[in-house]
């Protein structure tokens, strides 16, 4: 007793342990921006024109912004002179300068989000796109609001690359070094004092980089883990409330979200430090200058085209070419502000880049396999698994060495007890997972010589838990076409025996001259139709697709006999001149099929009709007399101990 009590915590914080560890992410290894940079370039390849007119213009602008504090010396030295038409002429240019670099601004950020906008767009189709091709062992395993996650915030976070003109990052180069070639130009030992700084600011990047870059991986974690959690939460909201769980999920909430806000400061500390040490150091560095200049005054240079080559610059001259300078000095640490705030963008765009390639890197995606690999074709099977083994785990089977068989038009019914593989069979016939073992075979070919799209268009599958499209009911019953067909939607949902309902839904009449009940619109999940509804709805959709094999997955057990009787009709519509796989629990909907399936524990344990298994007095005989019996079995006495 005190053994099991004292395992008891450690079981329970295992438990949360590896529920953190399933809405976390897995530490990422080494990751290279360069690296990351390239594998995006695909994606803007296409609009690169974009991205070059930017650049271009981006060039044009830092020629214009190297030239401005040479034009603000020169008007410096004609209000010292006094010189009205030089200072006029000059302050017309440098207005002209200004404007015309702030339009061509507008002109080159426009471009780069251009660029950016559509890049993203793509980026993202493509990540949606490869989501649809992972099987379905990716999606048992990964929570949902990470995989949303990837395709909203990690792929925003990766547009703020240009969004917020990172990749101008080029033009502040190119700016930087135009800027150190006019400084040296000036005086070469002004510009000593002013480059003596970026040790400090090489320093100061170093320090902050890759804490940085750890904080917003964190970020990335963080929110995945939000998404994931507000996802499930909300899903299940009506069991949160039913249970009284409510304080619960708002202490696990808080715990979540902490984590967020913590990872977000951290962030925005270091770009605190990066930004206000590269102001701060700019600061010290004109003051430096400065200082100096006031102990040097008699050694600054010469005058450059002023009082002739080589001659002693006069006063004038000296505070013109200080204003010129030191003009210089705030545009050199301009970009490199520019930089230390883009790196910070850069730091979270990376580590969103890196969530989504670690995504597109899986590589658990449906394949087609070699035909040489597949077991030869049986023209005289419609359905058929021929020793079937399957495993969700390694090493755990959910089906042993299964064989079934069914000729085309034959209607075979699955029955066992919960967890014995029927819904499992089911998925292997539309290809969602691969077996371990045997074959599949679907019209006597298998399952992996067919294009995925071109197999699963033959069936038309009728689950429990149907699952409605936001839309309209037109839509929904016609999901498998782009451009859904009006007639045939409607003589599918007649054929179901449910146009005369959702016609009174909408206060309408079925079959007359008005038919817009079936624009009727569907909400989230189809939360605004009941459960009998929502199965009428699959019928006609599996009516529409009008496939030559049915699988039906505990069509009818959502619902009660009385809709399960008006459903009747629907269902003999469905199966009508059809190859059908039954999967039921109620074993009165599968009296007429044709052949029934007893599973047990993975394995088939009888098979035939209704009647020969009942005559059997096997499984299938004691689940029947469990569900059909009024009186429970009689009890045999018992002899008490004591005689």
């Known amino acids: 007793m005190t053994a099991r009590t004292t395992n008891a915590p450690n079981a329970r914080g295992a438990t949360e342990a590896r529920l953190r560890a399933f809405h976390e992410e897995d530490a990422l290894g080494k990751a290279y921006d360069a690296r990351l940079l390239r594998r995006l370039w695909p994606f803007v390849k296409p609009h690169a024109r974009h991205l070059v007119v930017s650049l271009v213009v981006l060039l044009v602008v830092g020629g214009l912004n190297l030239v401005r504090p040479l034009v603000m010396g020169a008007i410096v030295h004609h209000a010292a002179d006094h010189d009205r038409e030089g200072l006029l002429r000059d302050g017309l240019l440098l207005t002209g300068l200004v404007f015309f670099a702030q339009l061509l601004g507008f002109v080159q950020l426009y471009q780069m989000q251009i660029a950016g906008a559509r890049a993203m767009a793509d980026l993202r189709e493509a990540v949606f796109r490869y989501l649809q091709s992972l099987t379905l062992r990716f999606f048992d395993r990964t929570p949902v609001g990470r995989l949303v996650t990837r395709a909203t915030n990690d792929v925003d976070a990766l547009g703020e690359l240009f969004a917020q003109g990172v990749a101008n990052a080029f033009g502040d180069v190119v700016a930087l070094t135009g800027y150190v070639v006019a400084m040296t130009l000036l005086d070469w030992q002004m510009a000593l004092i002013a480059f003596a700084a970026l040790p400090i600011v090489l320093v100061i990047v170093t320090f902050v980089r890759k804490r940085s870059r750890k904080a917003y991986r964190d970020i990335r974690t963080k929110t995945a883990r939000l998404n994931a959690f507000l996802g499930e939460q909300v899903n299940g909201v009506s069991v949160v409330q039913a249970y009284g769980r409510e304080h619960a ?336 629990h109620r074993l009165s909907t599968i009296k007429a099929a044709d052949r029934i399936v007893v599973l047990h524990k993975g394995a088939v344990v009888e098979q035939g009709t209704h009647d020969e298994l009942l005559a059997r007095g096997g499984f299938y005989a004691k689940l029947h007399r469990l569900q059909f019996t009024q009186k429970p079995p009689p009890v045999a006495p018992t002899t008490s101990a004591t005689g």
């Open 249 to 584: 999920a708002q202490l696990e909430f808080d715990e979540i979200n902490e984590a967020y806000r913590d990872a977000n400061k951290r962030s925005i500390y270091y770009e605190a430090v990066l930004d206000a040490a590269i102001e701060m150091v700019a600061t010290l560095c004109i003051a430096s200058v400065l200082l100096w200049v006031a102990f040097h005054r008699a050694h600054i240079g010469h005058a450059i085209g002023s009082s002739g080559a080589g001659a002693p610059m006069d006063a004038a001259g000296a505070f013109a070419l200080v204003v010129t300078f030191t003009g210089y000095i705030k545009q050199f640490f301009e970009p490199i502000s520019l930089l230390s705030q883009r790196y910070t963008i850069l730091q979270s765009a990376m580590a969103g880049a890196e969530r989504i390639f670690q995504l597109l890197d899986t590589g658990d995606v449906e394949l087609d396999v070699d035909a040489k690999a597949c077991a030869p074709d049986r023209s005289n099977e419609a359905l058929s698994l021929d020793a079937v083994t399957f495993e969700y785990k390694p090493g755990v089977p959910v089906l042993r060495d299964v064989t079934i068989v069914a000729r085309a038009g034959e209607k075979i019914a699955l029955v066992g007890a919960t967890g014995s593989g029927k819904t499992t069979i089911a998925s292997l016939f539309l290809r969602l997972y691969e077996v371990t073992k045997g074959a599949v075979r679907v019209g006597g070919r298998d399952v992996r010589r067919f294009d995925r799209v071109a197999l699963r268009e033959q069936f038309a599958v009728v689950p429990q838990d149907v699952f409605l499209f936001s839309g309209t009911l037109l839509t929904n019953v016609a999901m498998a076409d782009a451009k859904p067909d009006r007639a045939r939607a409607l003589a599918a949902l007649e054929r179901v025996g449910a146009a005369s309902l959702f016609a009174r839904r909408a206060g309408a009449e079925a079959g007359g001259a008005n038919d817009g009940w079936i624009d009727a619109p569907v909400d989230e999940r189809g939360s605004n139709f009941s459960a009998g509804e929502r199965q009428l709805i699959a019928f006609a959709r599996a009516l529409y697709r009008d496939a030559p094999y049915v699988i039906l997955d505990e069509a009818t057990a959502s619902v009660d006999s009385d809709t399960e009787a008006r459903l009747q009709k629907a269902l003999e519509a469905v199966l009508e001149r059809r190859t059908a796989v039954i999967i039921a």
